[in-house]
DNA sequence: TATGTCGGCACAATCGATTGTGTAAAGTAA
DNA sequence: TTACTTTACACAATCGATTGTGCCGACATA
């Protein structure tokens, strides 16, 4: 029935030692053994000594299975995402792994592959793991947000990261997209663009929309009429955006400058514009957006706005551990804006004195280890 | 003591219902309960289908916790890589994550960031989380391998990836590199080229050496003398892998393709090729190493070898679910070598016959989502 | 009818750690 | 010295699920 202790099944297999295993090698109770590794105060310093010393000696590693069964709580932190894969989520993930085990913590990871119902079927293992909070970035499929009312009944803290279910009764961290829209466009006129085109995503979804409303912002404050004919919406890719932009280059008044909504797009564009035979960023600056890798290799290498991806996943988990602090007192939920950062490079650097580019290259702590 | 039972402690929270409760509902014991929802042969259908539609309604969810605790495992595997980041580590992330939820299990996943201290309490950390096995991948600090033995002792799985302990008897997944070498050469030959040089990154690193022999072993069958003065030894720096090709192309007698160990540095050789006014692939033919995301942006797109990071996650997943298997049997320990994938791309291919690369171009899945 | 077999379920121990309460002995105050 | 507090530890229940064994009734066999 019980797995037989203390006794190899097969070869030199060893089974981890118990509290129970200490305890009866001191002659004490399995109390005393707890409270002195926890340092609790109804235990005497020179017992405390003598189990620490001890547990050393036979490298005591607590169950923490057993722990957090009797706790009711693990050390555990749920995330969801989409998928594990490009700069984005990696990147956040790096930063929530580190936040998360500085505090002790560790982390269990789900990916929904853009899928409902394994994001559904996420969250149900989670909560059968018994996980004390999940960070969730929604699947593009989830328009029903009914699966996480049972990790709320349930009083589990649940903190969303990027893509978020809209409300000021969620908790969430996200970039300020709009921010980033206005600093791009700005820094675009101050480098004496005065026709800026935009290369817009989907305006169903909100980045983008948010995106477009900075790029609008920044030209109303500057004085600029905003020109629908200045802005060209397809979904993004290198190809389209391209096209986008050779359509505006053959009017008569052609832009001088392009900040597009990705860099996906912003690489076709600078494309297009050495094809038209233009030099970047003297006839037309370009600007793109999230910082992929790539950008840093071009020729010119592009400007672009950085997500703070790990600060995102740092932001989510210190959110996450106050409501895990707050232990189910109310809170009032907390929605958190990064600000991105704009990365001046040479697509859009007119003048010398340009602002450089502060050393947050993606790129650069993986040149020389690119092969892992 | 205990938290109270069926009371909601703040607002409307609700404790997940618990075997018992099921078993108080129906007036059976808690062992029917147990059994009825593992098909177990002992409890009769009718039983069964009253348990099954009871545990539907009340939304039963196990508490893994116990139920590990009690088995004495986990449905938990522990993954330690270096760091989550760049491209290869995610992606394989992504294939472990994907291959173990696919069989039941869930993945708790830690960072050494390259730090063997830390490596160390990774391991801890999850053997006192009772998983059911570990996945590693070497942080580079990693010399001494006496914290694995705490492994082994546990009789625990133990399964090595990329960067493994060499050595016949444990279970390792590799990238075949030499393999990489030799078909990124030869296929540099078949285009026409007689003068290959090679880019070659610091040959302690067996990735590297590997790379280099598969090289030579290219030029030995195309009957093709081993030249010294065509490779260059560096970190795989982009700048330094465009000096060094530099050098040799003031030689009397100049290169007319590059094998880079790296993409990085097949990246730096265009550029140079570019600024000596060399045609790509005309003049001299290019390719790296790896699959970076940006070999597919440059103009042109450059020759590669995909390290197959998704697969290297699944193939290590199936070892460790064997090893989980065998449930302590004699094992035989095996290494598997993945074959890597040539990716021809227009740095390399002279004729429009040429194969083309199929279709595993990393930037595609994300070009319409470049804002995740 | 007596014995044997099997299906169907309950008892109770168990995994390992936690914790409210009980209880001695030691220390302090009056 | 008496009463009271503090110190230091043990008892035992508990978290929720698993499982070897025991038991009872039903049915089959001789």
Redesign the pocket.
């Known amino acids: ?3 037989r ?1 203390k006794q190899a099944p097969d070869l030199n297999t060893t ?9 009866r090698e ?13 340092d ?9 000594q003598k189990v620490l010393k001890l547990a050393k000696k036979y490298n ?8 957090a ?4 709580k693990s050390q555990l932190l749920g995330i969801v995402v989409p998928y594990i894969e490009g700069r984005f989520f990696p990147s956040v993930v790096h930063g929530i792994e580190t936040a998360a085990s500085k505090a002790g913590y560790n982390v269990i990871i789900c990916q929904s592959n853009e899928d409902v119902a394994q994001e559904r079927r996420n969250l149900d293992i989670l909560l059968s793991a018994q996980v004390a909070g999940i960070l969730v970035s929604l699947s593009r499929t989830t328009h029903d947000f009914r699966h996480f009312e049972k990790v709320r009944s349930r009083g589990l803290p649940l903190v969303f990261f990027d893509r978020i279910v809209e409300g000021d009764n969620v908790n969430a961290v996200v970039l300020d997209d709009q921010e980033g829209g206005y600093v791009s466009t700005r820094h675009l006129l101050q480098q004496g663009c005065r026709r800026i085109a935009h290369l817009a995503g989907p305006q169903h979804l909100n980045i983008y929309k948010n995106r477009r409303q900075g790029y609008l912002d920044a030209l109303r404050e500057a004085g600029l009429p905003e020109d629908e004919s200045l802005i060209h919406y397809s979904d993004m890719a290198q190809g389209q955006a391209a096209e986008g932009l050779r359509q505006m280059l053959t009017s008569a008044n052609p832009p001088d400058g392009v900040f597009a909504a990705g860099d996906y797009a912003a690489l076709g564009a600078l494309q297009e514009a050495h094809r038209q035979g233009l030099r970047v960023p003297e006839d037309i600056a370009i600007s793109g957006f999230s910082n992929e890798t790539f950008t840093t290799v071009t020729q010119p290498p592009i400007t672009t706005i950085d997500q703070r991806c790990e600060e995102m996943g740092q932001a989510a988990v210190r959110l996450l551990l106050e409501l895990i602090d707050a232990d189910g007192r109310p809170f009032a939920p907390r929605q958190v804006a990064l600000r991105p950062e704009l990365l001046v490079r040479n697509s859009s650097a007119r003048t010398e004195t340009a602002p450089t580019s502060p050393v947050r290259d993606p790129a650069a702590k993986f040149m020389e280890a690119s092969a892992q």
């Not at 609790?40 to 405390?48: F, T």
């Not at 069964?69 to 009711?72: C, E, S, V």
């Open positions: 029935m019980a797995p202790k089974t981890p030692v118990s509290m129970a295993d200490l305890a001191l002659g004490v109770s399995m109390t005393t053994i707890s409270r002195a590794l926890s609790h105060h109804s235990i005497g310093p020179a017992m405390k005591y590693q607590p169950n923490r299975l057993a722990s069964l009797r706790k009711g």
